[in-house]
């Protein structure tokens, strides 16, 4: 269940990454028919609380609405400081008892005080990896990827990637046609996934005719051929080792890691908006049997095609402007 959704304001803290929390849970998507989540900004002292940028926020709740909470989000704040103990507290108490927890940026380090990270995989801005591994060793902190997903704590990379994680908490609880109106009211694309790199080499493709939009363009049109990197190649007019670059370049990932997830999406939607059987989607969308697909189910989404569906099929077909953002 995800209804409850607690954000955690502390003092400096940064506002984009406060605004991303506030944007993806704090806001009133039912006419597009989209979630509504039981909101909730609180502090250790409600009060004016000093934003990193110099402005005060008023925080009017305490923190006895986490207890109850789905999921506690701890946007970024100074790196350095201890927190509040009693916001250490809160966050223990939410991971023993199952919530999903997520960090932002350097929000990892107040998760990594409260002891939560021991022992886990989690990442944060790529400039203060290296400082949280080596002030808490126990943790198996990634700089290259936008988040990661251990049990149920989300710890998201920097700035925009904290869109990414929390958008990835909506899909795994409620599903990718609830994430993807999220997302295009958001006006960002739902399916970045969060093993794609931190840094892209040209974080904007440039508007010119080699760019490779058009190829992506085609790429998802066409999930159902074999789409090798030779063939990719030919089409985008460039040796398999320059399209295989400058793919990495431009999107974060690799042409085959990238299909795979514009698969997955695929066949998610499939699986919640159609009555088609798992053969008949496992061609549709490139994965050739329904024991492949399952195989890439259980991998990345930790359940199986026929279970996805039990949980999200009931879901109304989308309209299809709104199926127009999973591609």
């Known amino acids: 269940m995800l209804e409850k959704i607690v954000c955690v304001a502390m003092p400096q803290l940064a506002p984009f990454e406060f605004g991303v ?5 704090g806001i009133d998507r039912s006419e597009q028919g989209g ?34 909470a789905d999921l506690i ?42 002891g939560v990270l021991d022992g886990r995989r989690a990442t944060t801005h790529w400039m203060y ?35 990414d994680a929390a958008l990835h908490i909506v899909r795994t609880e409620l599903g990718a046609a ?23 080499r040209t974080p904007v493709v440039e508007c010119r005719s080699d760019s490779l939009v058009e190829i992506t363009e085609w790429m998802l049109e066409n ?31 690799t042409p085959g890691a990238w299909l795979n997830r514009q698969r997955l999406l695929r066949a998610q939607q499939l699986l919640e908006e159609t009555d088609l059987g798992l053969e008949e989607i496992a061609r549709e969308t490139g994965f050739g049997t329904g024991a492949v697909m399952r195989h890439h189910f259980v991998k990345v989404l930790q359940t199986t095609p026929t279970a996805y569906r039990r949980t999200f099929g009931a879901i109304a077909p989308l309209p299809a402007e709104v199926v127009a953002v999973a591609s």
């Open 73 to 114: 989000a701890i946007p970024a704040s100074p790196v350095g400081p201890d927190a509040d103990e009693r916001v250490l507290e809160v966050i223990r108490r939410a991971v023993d008892r199952g919530a999903w927890v997520l960090s932002v940026c350097s929000g990892a380090f107040t998760l990594a005080q409260a």
């Open 129 to 163: 990896s290296e400082q949280l591994a080596r002030e808490y060793p126990r943790i198996d902190v990634d700089p290259e990827v936008l988040f990661v997903h251990d049990g149920t704590i989300v710890t998201g990379a920097g700035t925009a990637a904290g869109i």
């Open 21 to 25: 929390i506030c944007e993806v849970f």
């Open 223 to 253: 999930l159902d051929r074999e789409l090798s990197v030779d063939l990719l190649a030919r089409k985008a007019l460039m040796s398999p080792r320059t399209f295989a670059r400058r793919f990495r370049a431009e999107t974060g990932t």
């Open 178 to 200: 609830q994430a993807n109106i999220v997302a295009r009211r958001m006006v960002v694309p739902p399916q970045r996934d969060g093993g794609q790199s931190q840094f892209i």
């Open 35 to 68: 979630p509504v989540f039981d909101f909730h900004i609180v502090a250790a002292e409600p009060g004016p609380i000093q934003t990193k940028l110099g402005f005060s926020i008023t925080i009017e709740e305490g923190l006895e609405a986490a207890e109850t």
